[in-house]
Nanobody, 128 residues
Framework: QVQLVESGGDSVQPGGSLRLSCAVS??????????MSWFRQAPGKEREAVAA????????YYSSSVKGRFTISHDNAKNTLYLQMNSLKPEDTAVYFC???????????????????WGQGTQVTVSS
């Protein structure tokens, strides 16, 4: 198991930017972690995938709703996952969660079932 701690959530105006961080502790190699992602959940809605980062290939994937505005990245030295969010919209308002998936879970990157490690979430509010 690894521990994930998100930070960086805040209230911003539409068109603004935020960078979320997810600090990872624990032995990711021993845990077989090979994909890390960001999800979000708005009040009354299901948790939805935002972006994913595959550590071995460095491939990234995005939901259609954030592609071109958000960028996922990972700093190996700091063992931290980031989500740079630009051109924020009110519909981006949600609690954002960091997730890490181990080998053996064959679900698509966008599936909640793929991830066996979750952070506690950080609130992002976009409002004028």
């Amino acid at each position: 198991q690894v521990q994930l701690v998100e930070s960086g959530g805040d209230s911003v105006q539409p068109g603004g930017s935020l960078r979320l961080s997810c600090a990872v502790s624990g032995n990711t190699e021993e845990s077989g972690i090979y994909v890390m992602s960001w999800f979000r959940q708005a009040p009354g809605k299901e948790r939805e995938a935002v972006a994913a980062f595959y550590s071995e290939t460095t491939n990234t994937y995005y939901s259609s709703s954030v592609k071109g505005r958000f960028t996922i990245s990972h700093d190996n030295a700091k063992n931290t996952l980031y989500l740079q969010m630009n051109s924020l919209k009110p519909e981006d308002t949600a609690v954002y969660f960091c997730a890490a998936g181990s080998r053996g879970f064959s679900d698509p990157w966008s599936s909640v079932a793929k991830y066996n490690n979750w952070g506690q979430g950080t609130q992002v509010t976009v409002s004028s």
